[in-house]
């Protein structure tokens, strides 16, 4: 039963972290409940062993005793005598989440804290929804942050905002190109373009690959951004750039990740779901996915020799901040 258990716990799954929980406590949260369910199941029959015991002679009205061969339980493997049968089991973090955000965490068992660091290589682009405040602007970003301005937001309109995000969306194109490393000149890169498979080689600066408003009513705005590499604090600074750009400022009020790879909202174990059997049915379950998308990105990497074109101006191009404005000004 207890390898049985093991077997199924090998490989990645998502869970929900909620605002206000730090990753560090939620993982020590699924590593308990993993715990507990193994150390739950039915210790195993205990071995008979033979002893000699001494008892009174059967048939006889004399006190006489001798000593007579009695099979009895051996108890020196049972849970009371030599503990719980695990305790310890290593639970991977995948891209991490800081204590303000909220959203899809993907963790790792067994051999799933290898595919972790696979996943990482593989530069998967990972998804929010970040909700902005216009009016004002603290030291953190953040709405509960000092206070350090305050402005107007009556010209700000839904066209205007897109505009700014139209721009972002060009500059960090661009910047996804120059690290991709791609020879623009080549078939290869024209698909893989087409295909939306560009990704950079190594580690990067934030790159936003998508960005769009899906809710406008000031002073609140909410927009989705499709990114790699990046940290929440730089998205609620992207926050503060954007409320700059539209002449106002802009603080963020929330931060939460939809996607994070092929994970979602949707394969999430909510907190009443972090036991054992939920969590090795999410890890068949995403297995096959998993390994789909790992087989890609690596034949991606084979298939494909990425170099800078001819005459590629490295210093070029790359976002001067979040929004990568300044570039484009320049350009």
Partial sequence: MGSANLSRLQGLFAVYKPP????????????LQLLKGLNARKPPAPEQRVRFLLGPVEGSEEKELTLTATSVPSLTNHPLVCGPAFTHFKVGVGHRLDAQASGVLVLGVGHGCRL?????????????????LLGKATDDFCEDGRLVEKTTYDHVTREKLDRILAMIQGSHQKALVMYSNLDLKTQEAYDMAVRGLIRPMNKSPMLITGIRCLHFAPPEFLIEVQCMHETQKELRKLVHEIGLELKSTAVCSQVRRTRDGIFTLDSALLRTQWDLHSIQDAIQTAAPRVAAELEKSLSLGLDTKQLPSPGWSWDSQVPGSALGLETDARQ
Avoid: F, I, S
């Avoid at 972790?116 to 902005?132: F, I, P």
């Fill in 20 to 31: 206000g929980l730090k990753w560090k406590h939620l993982r020590d949260t699924v590593e």
């Fill in 116 to 132: 972790l660091t696979d996943m990482y290589n593989a530069h998967l682009t990972k998804e929010y929804t970040v909700r902005g």
